[in-house]
C-alpha cells in the first residue's frame, strides 16, 4: 500500500518559517517526481513547487519562489518543502504528491497524493 505522509504543518505567525516533510511508504520515490500543492478554502488545488527525480530539476510557483525551497532524499524516501517569510496567503492544506513533471513550467500529473498537512498563517 502506498502511502505519502505529510508533516510540520501548524500554526504560525507571519515572517515564521516552516519545514514540511513527506515520508513515502510502499513506492519507490526516486522513480518519481514529487510535487507540494496546496488548496487554500474555496480555491482549487496548486502546484507550489516541484522536483524531479534527482534534484536537478526544479518548479517553483511565483507566490512562493525565493521564500521557499524544495528538496529530496531519495535514500529516506522523503521530501521537503522548507517555507521563509511565510504569509497569511500560504495559509492552506499541504498536500504531497507523487508523479510526473510535464514541462517544469508547472505542470504535474499526480499518481500518489497525501493526506495533506495544515498550515495557518497569522497576522
Known amino acids: 500500500q502506498v502511502q505519502l505522509v505529510e508533516s510540520g504543518g501548524g500554526l504560525v505567525q507571519t515572517g515564521d518559517s516552516l519545514r514540511l516533510s513527506c515520508a513515502a511508504s510502499g513506492v519507490t520515490i526516486n522513480s518519481y517526481a514529487m510535487g507540494w500543492f496546496r488548496q487554500a478554502p474555496g480555491k482549487e488545488r496548486e502546484l507550489v513547487a516541484a522536483i524531479g527525480w534527482s534534484g536537478r530539476n526544479t518548479y517553483y510557483a511565483d507566490s512562493v519562489k525565493g521564500r521557499s525551497t524544495i528538496s529530496r532524499d531519495n535514500a529516506k524516501n522523503t521530501v521537503f518543502l522548507q517555507m521563509n517569510i511565510l504569509k497569511p496567503e500560504d495559509t492552506a492544506v499541504y498536500y504531497c504528491?507523487?508523479?510526473?513533471?510535464?514541462?517544469?513550467?508547472?505542470?504535474?500529473?499526480?499518481?500518489?497524493w497525501g493526506q495533506g498537512t495544515q498550515v495557518t498563517v497569522s497576522s
Open positions: 504528491a507523487a508523479g510526473w513533471s510535464t514541462g517544469w513550467d508547472g505542470g504535474f500529473r499526480t499518481k500518489y
